[in-house]
T-cell receptor, first 112, second 113 residues
């Protein structure tokens, strides 16, 4: 079982739609959680951190469910510019140093 | 944007030659990482560093070595490049402050022929 699993998609949605991605992780000791966005042939960029209480940044809402070990990202009112791959990331500090475990990403295409 | 640069940005090299990629940061972050990204595999950790001269292996470290003699520089060396090392290489930094976010450099596209 992969440490971080995501549906690869693609999710094809019309402009203005609401779309949600989920991500599951296997290490119950993971402490920090993130969503990154990656455009084609570019570096990943931090979209938002994910907190147990949930957090919102404009049209984006992230949720963490520690009991079920999943993270979600909700995008409302999708824009063409939201088309990208979204990476789920969890941290692993069990070896005493800090590492980040990446999912393979979910590809989103927003259609005009 | 975090101050992270990578050099070179593109490189074509022949099988069997040594190659060194450089990552430079201006953020004074303690942790630095090297990843490779390939279709179907996502980002995989090669090596990482948790301080000057403190490094450790990641999940795909075979054929790679690293060095960190200064806080700002982290070098990745392919000792004898193979075609399987054709990939996009990303450097990243983080620090144990705030949310422990990780920031990435622009990447190096390496082709081994």
């Amino acid at each position: 079982r992969k440490e971080v699993e995501q549906d690869p998609g693609p999710f094809n949605v019309p402009e203005g739609a609401t779309v949600a991605f989920n991500c599951t992780y296997s290490n119950s000791a993971s402490q920090s959680f993130f969503w990154y966005r990656q455009d084609c042939r570019k570096e990943p960029k931090l979209l938002m951190s994910v907190y147990s209480s949930g957090n919102e940044d404009g049209r984006f809402t992230a949720q963490l469910n520690r009991a079920s070990q999943y993270i979600s990202l909700l995008i409302r009112d999708s824009k063409l510019s939201d088309s990208a791959t979204y990476l789920c990331v969890v941290t692993d500090a069990t070896s005493g140093t800090y590492k980040y475990i990446f999912g393979t990403g979910t590809r989103l295409k927003v259609l005009a | 944007d975090a101050g992270i640069t990578q050099s070179p940005r593109h490189k074509v090299t022949e099988t069997g030659t040594p190659v060194t990629l450089r990552c430079h940061q201006t953020e004074n972050h303690r942790y630095m990482y090297w990843y490779r990204q390939d279709p179907g595999h996502g980002l995989r950790l090669i090596h990482y560093s948790y301080g000057v001269k403190d490094t450790d292996k990641g999940e795909v470290s075979d054929g790679y070595s690293v060095s960190r003699s200064k806080t700002e520089d982290f070098l990745l060396t392919l000792e004898s490049a193979t075609s399987s090392q054709t990939s996009v290489y990303f450097c990243a930094i983080s620090d144990l402050r705030g949310d422990y976010e990780q920031y990435f450099g622009p990447g190096t596209r390496l082709t081994v022929t």
